[in-house]
């Protein structure tokens, strides 16, 4: 049987690391079994804030690697840049600085009008033009765009309609216009809310299928499209590295302390800021248990948030970025693993790594969200409510006691975790796609 030609289309790629970066490394590692060969067009210089060499290493070498021009200025630049136009929008007290905050708002509606839907925009023509030849040179059969960027829409959109027999896949990492657009993105407009709106609406038009990783914004995207069919709308959720975690060896942490890592980019948005409360929770504790609990921070800290961490009354660790690999130790010697959102229909990427690990998870979290069902589901932490600091403070109380006491009542599903291991999720979307069916 022929095998089928996948164009993994992403912004990011390793070196690149951060979130959704594994989950295209996994399509380029696990699709060959299912009789395909994999191509990944990708931009040349990413503005990205992270770097993940290891997991570059786990790319096999045979993909084909396509790096397409990508005119765009370091992200440290743009990102203190952009932050530094959004401060001067706030009202001035004299004249001259009312000016500044004036022409500030010029500069930003300008930068909001160019950079539309996002600034990896800039991109977009080179990466259709590559997409375009290599389609045709390595008679791709399936064009699979991971996103966002939503800007990598226009290549979907490009792609599908100059080669309409390839079969094109939409992954939605995060639902656009309900939850990025509305929550997070600090260029929203109306004008680009309209353009949005028509982007989304022509990419799902002329794809083939449309994932979500959760089943909340899958509903999301499928009620604004009742008249296409069931078929193309897909469960796709993230997954874990079984290799990355097999074997790990767990062991107590020095001086006998109770360690909460938090494995991942903290951040200061809506979603993440309820690490806050978790903080506070933990410097509220009776003196006899606070001395004993410690934070580990395992990952990169915004500048928006590193005041979070400041003059606590409890030991925090600032590990900044690791690999997995490079982790690893410190995962070992984890107690729990902690993760927050306040965001009911997402449950973020870290998730699954802590399904690898083998650690029980403590979830601030909405407690009928994505993310507390997958817990219940596996059996693998327990969750409270990310606004309720006295439900917060007595699960921090309960797990020191369990620690101490060596209370065995944790009991996670070995085969429902299973299910979430990238193996498992490649070959599932295999099945469901046809990818690797023939042509």
């Known amino acids: 049987m022929p095998r089928d030609r996948v164009l993994l289309i992403s912004y990011l790629f390793p070196p ?44 096999p070498p045979e993909t084909k690697v396509i790096r397409a021009f990508n005119p765009e200025i370091p992200y440290s630049v743009r990102d ?49 033009r590559a997409a375009r030849h290599i389609v045709q040179r390595y008679d791709i059969t399936t064009a699979l765009v991971n996103l966002p960027p939503f800007s990598c829409l226009k290549i979907a959109v490009a792609v599908k309609r100059r080669f309409p027999g ?31 709106r028509k982007l989304e609406r022509d990419s799902i038009e002329c794809a083939d299928f449309v994932t979500a990783v959760t089943r909340a914004q899958l509903g999301q995207i499928r009620r604004r499209y009742p008249e296409q069919s069931d078929r193309k709308f897909l469960y796709a959720p ?79 660790r ?9 982790a690893r130790p410190y995962l ?36 009928d969200g994505e993310m507390a069902q997958i817990i219940r589901e596996t059996g693998t932490g327990w969750c409270v409510n990310p606004d309720d600091l006295g439900a917060i403070r007595q699960l921090l109380i309960s797990s020191f006691d369990r620690l101490e006491n060596a209370a065995s009542v944790w009991n996670p599903d070995a085969e429902a975790i299973r299910q979430y291991e990238w193996p498992n999720l490649v070959a599932r979307l295999a099945g469901l796609t046809g990818m690797g069916s023939g042509r």
């Open 80 to 128: 203190r840049f952009w932050k530094k136009v959004i401060a001067g929008q706030e009202p001035r007290k004299n004249s001259r600085s009312g000016s500044g905050g004036a022409v500030k708002s010029v500069v930003k509606r300008a930068i909001q009008r160019t950079f539309c839907p996002d600034v990896q925009v800039v991109w977009a023509p080179f990466a259709i």
């Open 332 to 367: 070992e010697e984890t107690s729990y693993n902690l993760i927050v959102s306040g965001n009911p229909t997402t449950h973020g990427g870290k998730l699954f790594d802590y399904l690898g690990t083998g650690k029980p998870i403590l979830a601030l979290c909405p407690v």
């Open 166 to 196: 390839v079969k094109l896949i939409l992954e939605f990492r995060d639902e656009w216009i309900e939850n990025y657009f509305a929550q997070y993105d600090t260029a929203a407009t109306d004008y680009k809310l309209g353009l949005a």
């Open 238 to 316: 993230n997954g874990y590295e079984p290799s990355v975690y097999a074997n790990l060896q767990s062991r107590a942490a020095p001086g006998g302390k109770m360690v909460v890592t938090h494995f991942g980019t903290v951040y200061a948005n809506a979603t993440a800021r309820p690490i806050v409360n978790y903080l506070d929770a933990v410097d509220g504790l009776p003196d006899p248990i606070r001395s004993k609990v410690e934070t580990w921070l395992i990952g990169r800290v915004s500048r928006e948030a590193a005041s979070f961490v400041e003059s606590r009354r409890h030991t925090v």
């Open 318 to 326: 600032q590990f900044g970025f690791m690999s997995k690999e490079a």
């Open 16 to 59: 690149s690391g951060g979130v959704g970066v594994p989950r295209v490394v996994s399509y380029a590692r696990y699709l060959p079994a299912h009789n395909c060969e994999v191509f990944v067009l990708t931009a040349r210089y990413p503005a990205t804030p992270l770097y993940d060499y290891d997991l570059a290493k786990t790319v």
